[in-house]
């Protein structure tokens, strides 16, 4: 029994689902903002979106496959939504790099 619990990310995925449309709407509003503050409001959502990550994952332990679950479906989310594969690929280590500690 505590094997499937390790094996079951529903809500891990569904959480990096969530993230990354969350990313897609501020992207989309930074797209707006004149070009000499985008770049900060980049990285105000980067630290945004890290704590939301690690909020999320103080209230719901993660092992490694649910880290990769969640991960995964952030970057392809965001990938099918158009998004740069710089930034995506630099979002996603952040985020499994602030889950690893």
């Known amino acids: 029994m505590v094997l499937l619990r390790w ?4 809500q891990a ?11 897609d709407s501020e ?7 004149s070009p000499g503050k985008r ?5 105000k959502l980067l630290a945004r979106v890290l ?8 209230a719901h332990p993660l092992n490694t496959y649910k880290k990769a ?8 989310t965001l990938k099918d939504l158009g998004h740069e594969d710089d930034f ?3 979002l996603v ?3 499994v790099l602030a889950l690893a500690r």
Not at 13 to 23: D, I, N, P, T
Not at 27 to 33: E, F, G, H, Y
Not at 51 to 58: E, G, K, L, N, S
């Open 13 to 23: 995925s569904a959480f990096g689902e969530e993230l990354a449309r969350y990313c």
């Open 93 to 95: 280590k952040e985020i």
């Open 88 to 90: 995506v690929d630099l």
């Open 7 to 10: 094996f079951d990310a529903a």
């Open 39 to 43: 770049e900060d409001k980049r990285r």
């Open 69 to 76: 679950k969640l991960s995964n479906r952030l970057k392809w």
């Open 51 to 58: 704590q939301r990550a690690r909020d999320f994952a103080a």
């Open 27 to 33: 992207l989309r509003a930074i797209a707006a903002a």
